[in-house]
């Protein structure tokens, strides 16, 4: 799907938002019409069986598949980064795109053990966003036009999208667009991110409560709030999120930075995230206050602390696994087993 840049950039945004398709209620009827009648007792399957219907409805599928299911790690660097904000230098980030090149990263060895496509994103890493304690990250068009660039992503013929990032820094912003979309005090929403100490922390909660300071009346619009304490690659996760949902590709989100794409969203129409899964709780601090303000239940707590999408990538192969349970499990007229009596 292609984006025609207007004058008004955002507007289209929004009207691509207020046309989103809803869920598909016919392929979620087949889906609980067919679990009731496989081998186990009603229920038993706990989450799995509700995954397998948010499938269903997102995919459009009265049985759904998991058959191409693609990582996409969207990369960026943060002009931010130079307050002394993250624990490593802005370089790392392209070193790691190098060594996601090379296969050295930890979400290249879970895409091998969970046999998931993976493709990476760079956007312009040679020239970082501004720095959001003093300027814009973008301005409208640019902004627009990055969520553009997250939307053609999502071609390819992809069944299952799970997003991730990497762009040192961007817990920082995260947290600022939390903190703007949010309110609370810019402490409530700041972590360690790669492992800053006190001071570090100290600076990161001073850069993310100076960087809302310049928002104002902007707090209101969350694009407003992507545009001026965003990035890159937060604002083509949120293209992502809007286009996997055109071409009905369900969608799990990584951690505290990816989740920063689908709360933009959330705050514009809260039905807007309803394809989106949160793969898993990150032991980033306040991943737990922004999933109680998505109303979401992530579905792994393993305690990572990563990004790159390995959270939800360990959360893809539980997926999978409820797909393919539901598609190859036998009835019990099938397998002349006694139903319950
Ligand atoms: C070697 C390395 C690999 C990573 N993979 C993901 N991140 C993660 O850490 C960064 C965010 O943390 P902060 O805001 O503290 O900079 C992001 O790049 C994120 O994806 C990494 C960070 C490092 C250092
Ligand atoms: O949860 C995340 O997304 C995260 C946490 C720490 C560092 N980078 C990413």
């Not at 001026?228 to 799990?252: N, S, T």
Request: glycine share 12%; charged share 20%.
């Amino acid at each position: 799907m292609s984006l025609a840049l207007s004058a008004l950039p955002f507007d289209d945004i929004r009207s691509l938002v207020s046309r989103m398709p809803g869920p598909d209620a016919d392929a979620v009827d087949a889906v609980r019409r067919r679990d009731a009648r496989l081998t186990k007792p009603a229920g038993s399957l706990g989450r799995l069986e509700t995954l397998v219907e948010w499938l269903a409805a997102w995919q459009a599928r009265p049985t759904p598949r998991v058959d191409r299911p693609v990582v996409s790690i969207f990369a960026a660097n943060h002009g931010v980064a130079a307050r002394g904000v993250s624990a490593f230098p802005p370089s790392v980030t392209e070193q790691m795109v190098a060594n996601f090149a090379a296969g050295g990263a930890a979400i290249n060895q879970m895409c091998v053990a969970f046999d998931l496509g993976l493709k990476v994103l760079e956007l312009a890493l040679e020239v970082p966003t501004p720095d959001i304690t003093v300027a814009d990250a973008f301005d409208e068009a640019g902004c627009a036009a990055t969520i553009a660039f997250g939307m053609e992503s999502v071609a390819g013929g992809a069944d299952l999208l799970i997003v991730g990032e990497m762009g040192i820094g961007n817990t920082t912003v995260a947290a600022a667009i939390y903190h703007g979309l949010y309110g609370g005090d810019a402490a409530d929403w700041v972590g360690r991110g790669t492992g800053v100490d006190d001071e570090g922390l100290a600076r990161k909660r001073d850069a993310v409560a100076a960087a809302v300071a310049r928002l104002g009346e902007g707090r209101r619009d969350p694009l407003e709030v992507l545009r001026r304490v965003g990035g890159r690659e937060i604002a083509a996760m949120v293209g992502a999120l809007i286009a996997a949902r055109f071409e009905h590709v369900p969608v799990i989100v990584d951690g505290f930075v990816a989740t920063a794409a689908a709360a933009v969203l959330h705050a514009m129409d809260p039905a807007a995230v309803d394809h989106v899964l949160v793969g898993h709780r990150s032991a980033e601090g306040a991943h737990g206050a922004v999933l109680e303000r998505l109303g979401k239940t992530a579905l792994l707590d393993l305690g990572l602390r990563l990004g790159e999408g390995t959270g939800a990538a360990l959360a893809a192969a539980l997926v999978k696994a409820a797909a393919a349970t539901h598609a190859g499990m036998a009835t019990f007229d099938q397998a002349g087993v006694a139903e319950k009596g």
